[in-house]
């Protein structure tokens, strides 16, 4: 093998290393459908079980498009299935907080429905996160390691030779890295490891910290029975 064909697959295995895998992300959203179940039908947009066959139906057409090579109609795509999954939250949210002062609702329906909000306000932000930064993980396949976006990740501090003696000289945060920013944010209402630099960052992780704190603040309230 010639010295350029060395240095080729060299640079494939490099590229191939970097490769983020997708089925978390899908993964999460579809775990965002079953905590839907969980919904009194009163506090959700139609049938209960229907935001599992809408991800389902979406994320398809997703899947192609990545796998065709078409990276601008997989964004497109993933930003329209993350917006519909969005949506049905944050109506959701809306419904319970007007069921609240009627006393429709069981306590326990309310308990249960406020804390699968709490649990797919993480999952769902995460998936913006993981979908925005840096371009979007294709955008962050592209570079040999991660050294620019939205959140300084701890690893994107560390000096070359550290990196290189840790292991982590290829390193590019992955969906759980944005799973644990976004479970940070919503338990301490900030992020924690990571600094927020970019403007629609900040706005995020603030709408994502309010959403959180109201399902907290339901969840206390119905715990004292000030509600």
Known sequence: MTG???????ATQTLGAAVEPRWPAIVALLAVGGLRLALPSALSAGPRWLLIPVVLG???????AQHRGLPKLNQLLGYLLLSVVTLDMIWSLSLLLTALPSHREAPGDLLRSATALWC??????????WRLDAGGPAARELSNTHT???FLFPQMTLLPELKK??????????????????FNTSTAFSPTDTPVLSRWAKGLVMV??????????LL????????
């Open 208 to 217: 994502q910290a309010l959403i959180s704190f109201t399902a907290v603040a």
């Open 58 to 64: 979406l994320a398809a057409p997703t899947i192609w």
């Open 120 to 129: 797919t306000n993480i999952l769902v932000f995460a998936s913006w996160y």
């Open 220 to 227: 206390a309230a119905r715990a004292v029975n000030i509600l």
């Open 165 to 182: 003696e840790m292991g982590e000289e290829f390193w590019h945060p992955g969906f759980v890295d944005y799973l644990f920013l976004a």
């Open 4 to 10: 350029k064909s060395k240095r080729a697959s060299s």
């Open 148 to 150: 620019d976006g939205a």
